[in-house]
């Protein structure tokens, strides 16, 4: 019994310097113990276990004089349910705190990661091992596996680094590096990150390398430096931080350098592309000034570019999704209550279309929103519950470097009364709204036909009532439910005072010829003769407040005796009393099949125009191994007067394809088509082979992006034509390839 106390002792000292954990208590239990001298020998089903650990050997030595242990055949150790260790051989030397093993098989069941060496060694600094192959596949046959001559494990920041590295998949060797490392953990950690390489057309090899660091926990900073060997290089970067537990933020920018001859040869507007992006959320501000039951937030989303390739330039695919020729900034930023609601918002645009034509007021005339205040008193009830009343108060600055400028300001206050009659089948309400609102000008302007408005101050108010009544029916069948609510309102203008004249067109159109005595065009409208004016200086002044109208509507589902949903359908009229035409039609239906499939359509139907202003159709089918969607989508807004019709026309078809087939293989596809100017603006296909342990997927796309050019006067877009290869090992992530080549065409407007 003394020498197996003996050999419990130290394997606690084992289990603490061998798996990096406390000493715990372990108990031995072997067929047979037995010491000679300085030496203790335990023979035959050898097993030590503890709260945490599960050890077993074929047999163990404990040489007590220079504290080393031996554990030798079929050696298993376990650690909780994840953790497995096989090896034949393992030697730990407790006094100078080293381990050695050989023949080793090592598994982590939760990052379903395993390794075999042939051998390994270990000290208070490094575990290293030689002869190793590691995988997350199958141990038989792995489907991919890396191969690497030597490697060692910092115990301390968890990276592990990995010599002559040979990436097979199967039996057939694929990629080789001289050195791969890889964190085990998520610890952020300064270091190089994956680069991302590749050969672009007109712009030659592309390499970019990023740089991360990471030396404090409330921050780190990207840097992003490229290059194209045929256009130039540039560097992007991004700071994240955190400067309080209510806040997070982000600063991008960067800044891209063309060649002097490749700016001659791809004829772009600018020879630097740069800007900055600024994001900071914060949830406590005035939090820290005042108590109170309140919820706050301020949100600011700030661009600053020159066009639109400081966008594209990010990375070798570009961005899409930033691809608009407006660019716009936010600050958004309330304080609320449960009764009432603070806002003070701004808005700041770049139309980078301007920024790219031969005009000296580039985005000078872009009307900014700087700022906005608004004030909400949330519904209420007054004397009785049912009537219910708000309040809402803006008011806006309309600010630019070049044109009019405005600051408005608006009232509205509507109050309610609702009821319920005939047993709640028929719902009644009657509500009084009041809307006021009063422009100060900063300047004079004309009307189109040239006509001055002295008056540099616009007051109009009205106030209409609305009578509506509804219902909510439902009743239940012997195959399905139904519902079905009607509501109809009625709205009629009372009085009403002051007047925005709606003839007024264009800003700082026409000035003051002191020589020959007459108007004359400005000088802004002889540079940019299309500057009309913008619409948002007129407020809520719809005909639908401002005209006798009313409305019908109506809404209803089918559920079948599951509860299910398969029917959805509602339409909307109004009718417009003042100008005795009809108002648009809306109308949508949904259909919703058991077996997945999916139909609708939504369309708005302009009585005025006699057309269809918006169709959207689409149709989707899915289960376990198919999915399809195809959707096409129609508007046709038209505006101005009889004199001067015009109108914005988008007319586009989108269908995607996905598809299991055999062997963990699925394929897929994305057709986008533009019907308006009949070109497929992009179309993808692809596969993609899945396992357990890896995944990779080969596509071909073509699409088209545009391009900013020298010329104002011509417009130009990029075709590109790719191949993609993604390939993506678990858990140490993948790699990506790309060959695109681009085709340039454009036509002058």
Not at 11 to 24: E, H, R, S, Y
Not at 378 to 395: G, R, T
Request: with cysteine; charged share 25%; proline share 2%.
């Amino acid at each position: 019994m003394k020498k197996s106390k003996i050999l419990i002792l130290t394997f606690g000292a084992l289990v603490a310097n061998l798996l990096n954990a406390k000493v715990q208590n372990v108990e031995l239990i072997a067929d047979n113990v037995k010491r000679n001298g300085f030496l203790t020998i335990a023979r035959g089903n050898v097993t030590v276990y503890s709260q945490d650990y599960f050890l077993t050997a074929d047999r163990a030595t404990y040489d007590e004089k220079n504290e080393i242990i031996e554990l030798f055949g079929n050696v298993n150790a376990m650690r909780g349910d994840n953790e497995t260790t096989r090896a034949e051989y393992i030697k730990i030397d407790l006094k100078n705190n080293t381990q050695e093993g050989k023949a080793t098989f090592m598994m982590d069941k939760d990052a379903e990661l395993w390794m075999q060496n042939d051998e390994s060694c270990s000290d208070s600094e490094y575990y290293r091992v030689k002869g190793s192959v590691i995988s997350s596949c199958n141990v038989n046959d792995p489907d991919w596996k890396i191969k690497f001559s030597s490697g060692k494990l910092n115990k301390e920041s968890k990276f592990l680094h990995l010599f002559n590295p040979r990436f097979y998949i199967g039996d057939v060797p694929v990629f080789y590096l001289p050195y791969f490392g890889v964190p085990t953990d998520t610890t952020r950690r300064t270091g190089l990150l994956p680069p991302e390489g590749g050969y672009i057309g007109d712009e030659g090899v592309y390499y970019k390398q990023p740089i991360y660091f990471a030396s404090y926990d409330s921050w780190d900073l990207q840097l992003d430096p490229q290059v194209r060997s045929r256009r130039g290089f540039g560097v992007y970067g991004t700071f994240r931080f955190a400067d309080s537990p209510y806040s997070r933020g982000e600063i991008r920018g960067g800044v891209f350098d063309n060649f002097t001859r490749a700016q001659e040869r791809l004829e772009y507007k600018n020879e630097k592309h740069h800007g900055y992006e600024i994001e900071y959320d914060r949830s406590k501000l005035a939090g820290y000034l005042i108590d109170g039951n309140f919820k706050e937030n301020l949100w600011i989303d700030f661009t600053k570019l020159n066009d639109l390739e400081y966008y594209d330039l990010k990375s070798k695919g570009g961005v899409d999704e930033d691809d608009n020729a407006l660019v716009t900034s936010k600050l958004n930023y309330y304080l609320t209550t449960d009764d009432h609601y603070f806002g003070l918002y701004g808005r700041y645009y770049i139309d980078t279309s301007k920024l790219n034509q031969d005009s000296v007021f580039q985005n000078r005339d872009t009307v900014q929103e700087l700022p906005t205040a608004q004030y909400h008193k949330f519904i209420d009830d007054i004397f009785v519950p049912n009537l219910l009343y708000s309040v809402d108060l803006k008011a806006r600055n309309f600010t630019r470097q070049e044109g009019v400028t405005a600051r408005q300001y608006e009232l509205d206050i509507p109050l309610s009364y609702s009821d319920r009659f005939l047993g709640d089948y028929l719902g009644l309400s009657v509500s009084e709204r009041v809307y006021m609102t009063h422009i100060d000008w900063s300047d004079k302007y004309y009307y189109a036909n040239g006509e001055l408005e002295a008056d540099k101050n616009t007051f109009y108010a009205n106030q209409y009532t609305e009578f509506s009544a509804f219902t909510d029916l439902a009743k239940a069948y012997e195959s399905f439910y139904h519902t079905m609510i009607w509501r109809a309102d009625l709205r009629i203008p009372g009085w009403q005072k002051g007047e925005i004249d709606k003839r007024i067109l264009k800003s700082h159109q026409y000035e003051y010829d002191e020589k020959n005595g007459n108007l004359r065009k400005s000088r802004l409208a002889r540079l940019q003769d299309s500057l009309y004016w913008e619409d948002n200086f007129l407020g809520e002044l719809a005909d639908e407040y401002t005209h006798e109208n009313i409305a019908l509507g109506m809404t209803q589902y089918f559920y079948d005796e599951n509860g299910r949903k398969f029917i959805r359908h509602s339409a909307k009229q109004s009718y417009d009393f003042d100008d005795e035409e009809l108002g648009n039609f809306d109308h949508r239906f949904d259909i919703y099949f058991a077996n997945g499939l999916n139909l609708g359509n939504r369309f708005t139907y302009s009585h005025k125009y006699d057309s269809f202003s918006k169709v959207q159709t689409y149709a989707n089918y899915s289960n376990s191994d198919f999915s399809a969607s195809i959707s096409h989508a129609y508007t046709y807004d038209q505006f101005g007067d009889k004199n001067e019709k015009r109108y914005k026309k988008d007319n586009y078809t989108i269908a995607n394809l996905s598809a299991n087939l055999p062997g963990n293989n699925k394929i897929f596809g994305r057709w986008e088509y533009d019907l308006a100017r009949s070109y497929s603006k992009m179309w993808r296909l692809g596969i993609t082979h899945t396992r357990k342990c890896w995944n990779y997927s080969f596509v071909y796309q073509e699409d088209i992006e545009p391009k900013n050019t020298s010329n104002a006067d011509y417009t130009k877009a990029k075709k590109e034509h790719g191949f993609y290869f993604f390939v993506n090992f678990y858990p140490f992530g993948g790699v990506g390839y790309d060959f695109s080549v681009d085709t340039e065409y454009g036509e002058a407007q």
